[in-house]
């Protein structure tokens, strides 16, 4: 009774007109965390069902060239979690489309809705086609065993349609930062930053995905009573987390390619973001990244060494290079909030000489070769790992291990929240960038962007 007497509620308010101003004062404070939470919680649901619709068929077929059951199961059971989580993350971006952005940003939203009409009606058309293919998929798991052919055709499908559904949204969220000619439908889809998000985001969502195998897994493994059980998830656990930090190894450099993308057509959101007041978040994300290679080091090296396997100890060594290396990318580079502070003090000198200013904090070259360092370690700490993997016996794993494939799957949140929280904020007070402002969602002529006088 109580869902459908807010369903009414809300079709009662659609039944009227729009509101003809967006809400202001305390007002808007509200409508923004009210947005901005579900967005969030619907982002954390939809890239875990769209990484999976993706890799799901990837390790169905590894299974079927190495003739391996159990990547046959991790896979059923990948197909059963979309099954169950695709009408949350729908019930959510409904809510979201037709209550909230409709209510809160309804001129907002007619005006985005007809600038990016194709690639919404292609999205929306992608979806339909995303959601039969997963049901599809999972449900002729058995009735097509014999034609295993056919079902991994299936899946094929089912992870393009999930890539492409997924594409046409990053056009639009693109298209809010760095706005192109509207009515050319070329470059609105081959903006400058749509391609760029795009490889960041399904790289993002293949790494999640296997970051939370690996504390589902995890769980699993600590409950689990026999001793087949028990193998599987402690493999299942160790594949995921392998999987999710080879792809965060590309991060670095996408997301450095993604960064320059936006400082070079949306210039005042890379200003904010490096120097001004999301500065202390992009440092915070810099030094998150360190956080997850270092804690997944240390499962690699508690991993081996519960069955004594060679490869431990530099494994061991490796953890303190990148605690080290975590240490210089936490350094900020001014020693205030913002840049324009520490400059409008006339403090903007090195700390020795009474100044804000930290050079050890600056983006090139000390952030630049903390990522270089990060990467190498992390790579020598996967094939170090690998290396040693013939002498794991699955199911021989303690908590220990457990412990830090679920805290890996935290971290990945804290992350993808993070990075979300800085890319939407970055454009603020605008909701299409230089065009149409929050405040009474008016169109605006765009304004000069600052320039800083200091590096990183």
Known sequence: ???LAVIWTALHRLAGELPSTAPQGSNIVAAQVAIGSLFSLHILIAGLVSGAAELGPAIEFLGYMRQRRSYDRLAHG???????YFSVSSTIAILLITVLLVGYWGHFW????????WPLFIEAWTFVLQVSLAYLWYYTWDPLRGFKGVHMAVGGLL?????????MIDVVASYMLTPTNPQNPIRLVLNPTSYPLTVHRTVGNLAYVGFVIGAFCAIRFLRAKKAADKAFYDWAGSFGLLWGISLTLLQPVVGYSYAKEIQLHAYGSWYKMMFGTLSPLFLWQITLLGIMFLTATLYFARRLRSNGARGAGLLKAMAVGLVLTTLLAAQPYHLGLTYDAVVGAGLNRP??????????GSMIPWKVLALMFYTLLAIAAVVWYLRGLPGVIWGAARRGEQRLLMLMAV???LMMVT?????ENSRAPFLISGEMTIQGQQNIQPTASPSPSGGG
Do not use: C, D, H, K
Not at 159 to 167: E, G, P
Not at 419 to 423: E, P, Y
């Open 351 to 360: 700390f020795w000489e009474g100044g804000l200013i930290n050079p050890l």
């Open 78 to 84: 990948m197909g059963r979690f979309i099954t169950y």
């Open 411 to 413: 971290l990945t949140i």
């Open 110 to 117: 007619t005006t985005i809705v007809t600038i990016a009409w």
């Open 1 to 3: 009774m109580i869902t």
């Open 419 to 423: 990075m979300g929280f800085i890319r």
């Open 159 to 167: 992870a393009i349609a999930s890539f492409l559904q997924v594409y």
